[in-house]
């Protein structure tokens, strides 16, 4: 079984809400450092949100104030919550662990090709104007 399964996403208008879950099994990853971050076909991917073992939150500008990422470590589970979204939301999002990373590292280096088996499936997440 993968280590990390998401379930969420989906299509909204814009203004509208989501929600992201990522359930993590074999490991108490969410213990640690999890991120989400998004991909657009053809460009790099960027770190959305992470989250470290202090609980220290970090975002990238453009999401602070909409997302909200949190966790569950007693379901090894971390979500993202994302309101007011808007069109350049779109995006597929994935889940990773990032270890013993601080949230501030994280969201710049989530995307390494290192962590690419600590991540979701991915989800679409579609924001229609």
């Known amino acids: 079984q993968a280590p990390l399964v998401q379930s969420g996403g989906g299509s909204v208008q814009a203004g509208g809400s989501l929600r992201l879950s990522c359930a993590a099994s074999g490991y108490q990853y969410a213990d640690y450092c999890m991120g989400w971050f998004r991909q657009i076909p053809g460009v790099e991917p960027e770190g959305v949100a992470a989250?470290?073992?202090?609980?220290?939150?970090t975002y990238i500008d453009s999401v602070k104030g909409r997302f909200t990422i949190s966790r569950d470590t007693n379901k090894n589970s971390v979500y993202l919550q994302m309101n007011g979204l808007k069109v350049e939301d779109t995006a597929m999002y994935y889940c990773v662990a990032c270890g013993g990373m601080t949230a501030f590292r994280a969201l710049g280096e989530m995307t390494t090709e290192a962590l690419r088996d600590y991540r979701g499936q991915g989800t679409q997440v579609t924001v229609s104007s």
């Open positions: 989250i470290d073992s202090d609980g220290t939150t």
